[in-house]
C-alpha cells in the first residue's frame, strides 16, 4: 500500500514577508495568490537541492508546474521536498522586482535510545547546565545524572570551548578549544571524549543534548593576542 504524500501549502502574495514552519518529509507547494495570479513570478529558495550541501548564499530558482495547465493559474506550484531540517529562506520576483519573501524553518525529527525511537518536539523537557560549572569532564556524568533522574529528555549546555578573561559563559577566547578546564593535570580530555558522552546518554539513558555559541561574544584577551 502506498503511503500518502504529506503537503504543505505556502500562498503568495504581493510583498509577503512570513516564516513558515513545516516538518521534515513533507512536500512544500509554494502557489500564487489572487494578487499575484496571471504575473510572471519567480521563487528563489537557498534549501539545498537534491545532492547538493548548504549554502546560505547561495540561491536557486524553483521550476512551476501546472497539471491540469488551467489559464487563471489556479493550480500552478513550484515545490520543495524537505528531507534537510533547518532555516532557510526564500523570496520571489515579479517580473525582475523583489516582491515578497521570507523563511522556511524545517523542524527536525529528533531520535533516542538503543532503538533510535522518535521524540516528539513537543515533548523535549529541557535542563540547561552551565559548562563552566561542571568542574573535570571524569565528574560530569555523576552531576548529570541528576537531570536523568529527574526525568529530562535534552541537556542543553552553554558553551564548551575555551573561555575569555570574564569567563562569561558565552565570552569564547578560542572558539575551537574543548576548554581545558575539563582537563586534569595528567589527562587531557577532547571533543571526541565529549562526543562519545553525548552518544551514551542518547542510547543509555534516552536524553539528546544541544549547545549553542554566540560566535561574535569573543574574550578580550582573544582580541588583545590577535591585535598585539
Not at 550541501?53 to 506550484?77: A, I
Request: charged residues 20%; contains cysteine; proline residues 4%.
Amino acid at each position: 500500500m502506498n503511503k500518502r504524500k504529506k503537503i504543505s501549502i505556502l500562498i503568495h502574495n504581493l510583498f509577503y514577508q512570513n516564516v513558515f514552519v513545516v516538518f521534515l518529509g513533507f512536500e512544500l507547494q509554494f502557489r500564487l495568490g489572487p494578487t499575484l495570479q496571471g504575473k510572471a513570478v519567480t521563487v528563489y529558495t537557498n534549501y539545498p537541492l537534491s545532492g547538493e550541501t548548504f549554502n546560505r548564499e547561495k540561491f536557486c530558482s524553483l521550476d512551476w508546474e501546472n497539471p491540469t495547465e488551467r489559464e487563471d493559474d489556479s493550480d500552478k506550484y513550484c515545490k520543495l521536498n524537505l528531507q534537510q531540517s533547518g532555516s532557510f529562506q526564500y523570496y520571489f520576483l515579479q517580473g525582475n522586482e523583489r516582491s515578497g519573501g521570507g523563511y522556511i524553518v524545517v523542524d527536525p525529527i529528533l531520535r533516542v535510545g538503543a532503538d533510535n525511537h522518535v521524540l516528539p518536539l513537543d515533548c523535549v523537557i529541557l535542563q540547561t547546565f552551565l559548562a563552566k560549572c561542571l568542574g573535570p569532564f571524569d565528574e560530569w556524568e555523576s552531576r548529570l545524572k541528576v537531570a536523568k533522574e529527574s526525568g529530562y529528555n535534552m541537556i542543553h549546555f552553554t558553551p564548551l570551548q575555551t573561555l575569555g578573561l570574564s569567563r562569561s559563559c558565552y565570552s569564547l577566547s578560542d572558539q575551537l578549544e574543548l576548554n581545558p578546564d575539563f582537563s586534569r593535570p595528567n589527562k587531557k580530555y577532547t571533543w571526541n571524549d565529549v562526543g562519545q558522552l553525548v552518544e551514551k546518554l542518547k542510547k543509555e539513558w534516552n536524553i539528546l543534548c544541544i549547545t549553542d555559541v554566540v560566535y561574535n561574544h569573543t574574550g578580550m584577551n582573544y582580541y588583545l593576542q590577535v591585535n598585539s
